[in-house]
């Protein structure tokens, strides 16, 4: 896709979703799509590879979390695979510090060229599984936001975010479109790690029959030292009610 048509549709796309674009931005978005695509032949990045798709599914969708992000805040994009939602957050957004967690070292490095090429400043990655680095004190309970795609079931997820927002920060959990019984069966696990839902908003991706569901954890108190537990275990054990 050539850069004219490009900016055409990211214009018309970010207009639906209240966000409007500099060419700067732009640019920086081309490349990463171009990057994208590149990188994807050699390791497995993603599967939507069509220019059209990556804007709507993968910049676009990332984007529909701006509104919930207040001013220069700390974010963590756990299990961030090619950058999403923290690349795209951080080509538009210049004030937030960013920080991207993955578990796949050839990923970081996709990561690490992103950042590179497209001159991105206080953002950094992390080659780590999601447990540990809720364990680790640098990381724990530090952040204003933590934020996850598509990650695991909203039980599961929960123990792997709430660890490491601050008391009275949010964890963002963007989801597909059935979690109406995901919801209820995490309540249980959200209030002992400290939590609460605060939000639920549905809505479908501009143009498209595409559900997305974003849920907003409000974090309350400090989640108890045992979370997470340790590596693999919150998936196989998803925590419930005693």
């Not at 993968?58 to 529909?64: G, K, N, Q």
């Not at 990923?107 to 090429?117: A, G, H, K, Q, T």
């Not at 963002?172 to 400290?194: P, Q, R, T």
Request: proline share 4%; charged share 30%.
């Amino acid at each position: 896709m050539d850069i004219t048509r490009f900016k055409e549709l990211m214009n018309f796309y970010a207009e639906k979703i209240d966000v409007k674009f500099n060419e700067e931005q732009l640019n920086k978005f081309y490349k990463y799509m171009n990057l994208l695509i590149e990188w994807n032949e050699k390791i497995n990045l993603t599967a939507i590879t069509d220019p059209k798709e990556i804007i709507i599914k993968h910049f676009i969708d990332s984007l529909t979390i701006n509104k919930y992000i207040n001013k220069e805040k700390y974010v963590a994009d756990l299990g961030t695979g090619a950058g999403f939602p923290g690349i795209p957050l951080k080509i538009y957004r210049h004030d937030l510090n960013i920080v991207l967690v993955d578990s796949l070292n050839k990923r970081i490095n996709f990561l690490n060229e992103v950042i590179d090429c497209l001159q991105l400043e206080n953002i950094t990655t992390i080659h780590t599984r999601i447990e540990d680095f809720g364990k680790d004190k640098k990381y724990r309970e530090k952040f204003d936001y933590v934020t996850a795609r598509a990650v695991a079931n909203l039980s599961v997820l929960s123990e792997y975010l709430m660890p490491v927002v601050k008391v009275n920060g949010q964890c963002i959990c963007m989801k597909g479109s059935e979690v109406d019984d995901e919801i209820k069966e995490s309540n249980a696990a959200i209030n002992i790690l400290g939590g609460k839902i605060l939000k639920v908003d549905k809505f479908n991706l501009p143009n498209t029959e595409i559900m997305r569901n974003i849920i907003v954890i409000n974090k309350n108190k400090n989640t108890p030292s045992r979370y997470p537990r340790k590596a693999g275990i919150p998936s196989k054990e998803p925590l419930k009610s005693n």
